[in-house]
Every structure is written in structure tokens, then in C-alpha cells.
């Protein structure tokens, strides 16, 4: 049974599509959800860093009131971001993480790999991704 659920995003199309997901699901299993954006830079973290994280947060906490879900939301800054999605999941004790299959990345994703893929990899609970 799905009870807390963890949705990452980033500010992408993909993103917001897992979140919609997640949201709905929470609301058809009753379960408690929490948005994440993990911040990846390395500490500290400038004022526009900190800006679009809220802004990608107050996005997804519209969508939520739309579907009316209650959701947290909560940011993290980590420069390896599937190891903060892993963390909180874990510090959380998570049942289920949604995540985007792809994301704002670009060409790092090239060379360090999906954030989705090491998510799926490296969780503690199951993932669902998000395409």
C-alpha cells in the first residue's frame, strides 16, 4: 500500500507530467505527497538557485490545488540530484518515488547518465517513471 509518496522535479515538461501523475495517485490511495526539487549545486547556493526552486515548488503546489491534493514541499541541495531524491526518500521512508523520465540535464545527462536511471537503480522503494 502506497502511504508517502515522493515526486522529484525540476522545473521540465517531463517533470510536471510526474507530478500530475503522483498527485492523482495520492489522492486515489490517500497517501501522503511531498514535491522535491533537489537543487543540484554545490553549497552555497545563489539567491537565483534558491528563486527557481520555490518557483518550480509554487508551480506544482498550483497544480495540486487544482486536482485539490494536499502536498508538501520540500528542496534540497545536493550536486549529485539522484542521491538527494535517493536520501530523502530514505530519510522519508518513502513507499513509492515518481520521477520525470528525463529533465533539465541537457548535456550533462550525456555524460553522467539519467538521474531517472539512477534513481531507479540505487532506491530503496519502487520507482515509477514518468515518460
Request: charged fraction near 20%; proline fraction near 5%; hydrophobic fraction near 45%.
Given at each position: 500500500m502506497i502511504k508517502?509518496?515522493?515526486?522529484?522535479v525540476d522545473g521540465s515538461p517531463e517533470a510536471e507530467k510526474a507530478a500530475e501523475y503522483a498527485l492523482k495517485?495520492?489522492?486515489a490511495y490517500g497517501a501522503d505527497v511531498t514535491?522535491?526539487?533537489v537543487i543540484g549545486v554545490e553549497p552555497p547556493i545563489g539567491r537565483e538557485d534558491q528563486?527557481?526552486?520555490k518557483e518550480v515548488l509554487a508551480h506544482i503546489k498550483g497544480i495540486a490545488k487544482e486536482v485539490k491534493v494536499n502536498c508538501k514541499t520540500s528542496s534540497r541541495i545536493d550536486p549529485i540530484v539522484h542521491r538527494g531524491i535517493i536520501e530523502e526518500a530514505e530519510e522519508g521512508g518513502y513507499d513509492l518515488i515518481v520521477i520525470g523520465s528525463k529533465g533539465l540535464?541537457?548535456?550533462k545527462r550525456m555524460v553522467m547518465g539519467s538521474v531517472a536511471e539512477n534513481v531507479v537503480k540505487h532506491a530503496h522503494c519502487?520507482?515509477?517513471v514518468i515518460r
Open positions: 508517502k509518496l515522493l515526486v522529484a495517485l495520492g489522492k514535491v522535491l526539487n528563486r527557481k526552486s540535464t541537457g548535456i519502487p520507482v515509477t
